[in-house]
């Protein structure tokens, strides 16, 4: 009798991936393997997380009442005077078939959330010390990471924000080119503060020496994290929400973070049809989903009340990098971390390339630097679970800013509708809809939305502009598969026992 695999893992990189696979296979649990990998995508996707960073964590734990951790990426400025404020430093990004504006620098750093989160998970759910599990991915940034072609490719359409500074610039274009494939990064700062973070814990970054060194440097060149919101940052649990959708229970992040609720729109306007969505009816729902995110919306994520008030004119409820982990106990764990574009701010002696969630126009569309200090950014970023009768049967999460949503929505639609193991999920076509226009990549049928006059955007082959699907999935008959996302680099393992 073959015995049942100890769990599958994916992740954004190959390494990250394996990195959490050891884990499992050394006895760690779901949200042990999760971290590991997390920790080693620092080193291996070393623009799209961090240190600097924030994220979230759902946990489903066999019996008990999943969680959502929330250390995600706060608005700065207590006791900042706002006229000291720096310019945001706005830069066009390239992906090929579309054009996105970031806007980087010191005043678009927010409050980090990601050494406090990590930490948390350990301490709550985790059954390998920290210590351990920070040793693998440290490594990996002292000895460094070849660089794959995607990785290099983020980093090649992402040029014109790490040559903008010159901390950031020594790192990825050390000889005034910017790093391509098959050159070796290594971040020997980064390696001494995962060590840090392994053996003291967060207090460093948020009370300690990092901490002052990261005010100091932002201070003197217009930045507005102080040291006072970092000493106030703090982890939030929140309860998930959850949706039905084709019998199952879907959980998903609640508000203040956006895109969990309007996936969940989104598939509860699906349920609602007995028929399987075609691209149409998908594409139309993103359209619906996308008009509620209106002003009223936007100021309401903040209510306590809006969930409820939200959800109940509209569904019928019965409720970036990406880890997603399902192990043989039955605990499941899906994170979703993210450094927006990255600021191109690295602070000497500490390892830490801060976040430039201030100044994403995705988490800011009312305006830039409207939310007060404390208040936690507005994001997309969604890790979800599928539960069949209780028990997990797919998590997921994406990359991607506003293509989070529409990545997710149509993952869970080829995985529960169309029957595909989790890697075949991953890798179908995508659309997204924004601003009156479908983006299509090639594989998706668009003749019937020409025919209703839509405007199509088409790629000319599979984009990181679609977001970063990692999966893992169990089949009615427990098969595990994994599905890491080819647009980015991402790779999965399923872990075999023995």
Excluded: K
């Amino acid at each position: 009798m073959v015995a049942e695999p100890l769990g599958v893992v994916a992740a954004g990189h190959p390494r990250s991936a394996q990195a959490g696979a050891d884990v499992l296979r050394e006895g760690g649990n779901a949200v042990d393997a999760a971290l590991a990998s997390m920790l080693a995508a620092f080193a291996c996707e070393p623009l799209l997380t961090s240190l600097g960073a924030g994220g979230y964590m759902l946990v489903v734990e066999p019996g008990g009442a999943p969680v959502l951790l929330d250390f995600f990426v706060e608005a700065a400025g207590r006791g900042v005077d706002p006229g000291a404020r720096a310019e945001l430093v706005p830069v066009s990004v390239s992906f090929g078939d579309a054009i996105q504006v970031f806007n980087i620098g010191p005043a678009s750093v927010g409050t980090y959330g990601m050494a406090a989160g990590v930490h948390e998970a350990s301490s709550r759910f985790g059954r390998v010390p920290l210590a351990e599990l920070v040793v693998p991915a440290a490594r990996l940034a002292r000895q460094g990471v070849e660089l794959n072609g995607p990785q290099a490719y983020v980093i090649e359409i992402l040029a014109g924000i790490v040559t903008s500074t010159p901390e950031c610039a020594a790192l990825f274009a050390p000889d005034g080119r910017v790093v391509r494939a098959g050159d070796v990064v290594r971040q020997p700062e980064l390696a001494d503060a995962l060590e840090r973070l392994g053996s003291e814990g967060p207090a460093p970054f948020y009370t300690g020496d990092i901490a002052a060194a990261i005010v100091e440097w932002l201070a003197d060149r217009g930045g507005i994290v102080s040291a006072a919101d970092l000493a106030s940052y703090a982890v939030v649990e929140r309860e998930p929400i959850r949706v039905s959708y084709r019998g199952r229970e879907v959980l998903t992040n609640p508000p203040p973070s956006a895109g969990g609720i309007l996936i969940a729109h989104a598939l509860s306007l699906l349920d609602a049809s007995p028929e399987l969505p075609d691209v149409a009816g998908v594409v139309e729902t993103m359209e619906r989903t996308q008009a509620e995110r209106t002003p009223e919306f936007l100021e309401g994520l903040d209510d306590p009340t809006f969930v409820a008030r939200f959800l109940a004119r509209r569904t019928s409820l019965g409720s970036t990098t990406h880890v997603a982990v399902l192990d043989r106990e039955g605990w499941a764990c899906s994170v979703t971390c993210s450094n927006g574009s990255c600021s191109g701010v690295m602070v000497p002696g500490t390892g830490v390339h801060l976040n430039n969630m201030l100044g994403e126009q995705d988490l800011n569309p009312l305006g830039f630097h409207r939310h007060p200090p404390g208040r936690r950014m507005p994001s997309m970023m969604s890790p979800t679970a599928v539960l069949r009768d209780g028990a997990p049967e797919l998590v997921l999460g994406s990359a991607g800013s506003n293509r989070i949503r529409s990545a997710i929505l149509q993952t869970i639609i080829r995985v529960i509708d169309d029957g595909l193991e989790a890697g075949d999920a991953v890798r179908a076509p995508r659309v997204h809809f924004e601003d009156g226009v479908v983006y299509a990549e090639p594989g998706i049928d668009t003749e019937p939305l020409e025919r209703a006059g839509r405007a199509i955007g088409r790629f000319r082959e599979l984009n990181l502009f679609f977001g970063g699907v990692q999966a893992a999935a169990r089949d009615a008959r427990g098969r595990l598969s994994g599905g890491g996302d080819p647009r980015r680099g991402g790779a999965a393992v399923v872990v075999e026992a023995g």
